[in-house]
């Protein structure tokens, strides 16, 4: 148990659509990151947040865009999806932006069709 | 380019036997290694990590070994346990970084 929650836990979205994940972080969790992890790979580092504010992004598109909320609570967003978003989505949260151990949800299964 | 490389995609060993799990790095800007296990339907837990100035970090029944040198970093877990059966991933980063990359990931079956 991390403490680290992820909704929904599957999710079935049509080419085209947009979606929303989200993703409640532990308390006092100051930074969370988000991960695609696609089938047979490793996670891949989509984009970290840090009280509220972009703090890093790796090469993924701008149809792919985040929030973090006050409330230690985070949303992943993907416009215009496309097959190849199919994939694990995790989100981590740490105490801080280094984060030496960060805590993941159990993630959420996006099959998009 | 995969700057984490884990390259036996599964290893089996037997109950109470050594597992040694590798990984491979290219980016030698990378100065803090983690790893993480991951069982089905959950998410990947954090295990062990190492920092660039050391060489070995132990706890308990795991140990990491750091080898610069050659960009090589080895988990080894004594005993094996059924209960170790997961997927293992190797994680870096660099410094102020809050980003992990991570490699594909090594399946170890124990055997009972």
């Known amino acids: 148990e991390t403490g680290v929650t992820q909704s929904p836990t599957h999710l079935i979205k049509t080419r085209g659509q947009q979606v929303t994940l989200r993703c409640s972080s532990q308390?006092?969790?100051?930074?969370v990151s988000w991960y695609q992890q696609a089938l047979g790979q490793g996670p891949q580092f989509i984009f970290q947040?840090?009280?509220?504010?972009?703090?890093g992004r790796g090469n993924f598109p701008p149809r792919f865009s985040g929030l973090q909320f006050p409330n230690y609570s985070s949303e992943l967003n993907v416009n215009a999806l496309e097959l190849d978003d199919s994939a694990l989505y995790l989100c981590?949260?740490?105490?801080?932006?280094?984060?030496?151990?960060?805590?993941f949800g159990q993630g959420t299964r996006l099959t998009v069709v | 380019d995969q700057q984490v490389k884990q390259n036996s995609p599964s290893l089996s060993v037997q109950e109470g036997r050594i597992s040694i799990l590798n990984c491979d790095y290219t980016?030698?800007?990378?100065?803090?290694f983690l790893w993480y296990k991951k069982y089905p339907a959950e998410g990947p837990t954090f295990l062990i990590s190492?920092?660039?100035?050391?060489d070995k970090n132990e706890d308990g029944r795991f140990t990491v070994f750091l080898n610069k040198s050659a960009k090589h970093l080895s988990l080894h877990i004594v005993p094996s346990q059924p209960g170790d059966s997961a997927v293992y991933f190797c994680?870096?980063?660099?410094?102020?970084?809050?980003?992990?990359?991570f490699g594909d990931g090594t399946t170890l079956t124990v055997k009972p």
């Open positions: 980016n030698s800007m990378f100065d803090y």
């Open positions: 981590a949260s740490s105490l801080d932006r280094v984060g030496t151990e960060a805590f």
């Open positions: 994680a870096a980063r660099w410094a102020n970084a809050g980003k992990s990359t």
């Open positions: 308390s006092g969790h100051n930074t």
């Open positions: 190492i920092s660039s100035i050391k």
């Open positions: 947040y840090y009280r509220e504010e972009e703090n």
